[in-house]
């Protein structure tokens, strides 16, 4: 996965990049994370990658980003999850969420 800056989080913060596998392109998932994410005022990305698996990054406050990724377990009305691997990441992304261009 990317690499990404290291600075500091605030106190009760982290950031954790994801990798979600199952039928994920093609089914609104990129931009149903970025409701998600928005909703919970998350910082960071999701994009798609070549593989056939979804990216994102989730920046903020520990509750929210582990509520955010227990959300990815299910994804969206079409989506089929069949696995989220999720991993520490350092630093912050500027505010806000986006979706990136494909990997």
């Known amino acids: ?5 290291t600075s500091p989080l605030p106190a009760g913060h982290k950031a954790e990049r994801v990798r979600i596998a199952g039928r994920v392109q093609g089914v609104w998932y990129r931009a149903w994370t970025v409701e998600q994410a928005e909703a919970r005022e998350l910082n960071g990305w999701v ?11 989730f ?6 980003v582990d ?27 500027g505010d806000g969420f986006r979706q990136l261009p494909d990997a």
């Open 1 to 5: 996965m990317s690499d990404q800056p």
């Open 47 to 57: 994009r798609n990658r070549q593989d056939g698996t979804v990216e994102a990054l």
């Open 59 to 64: 920046v903020g406050p520990a509750d929210k």
């Open 67 to 93: 509520d955010m990724i227990a959300a990815c377990h299910r994804g969206p009305e079409h989506a089929r999850v069949e696995s989220v691997v999720r991993e520490a990441a350092q630093g912050i992304v």
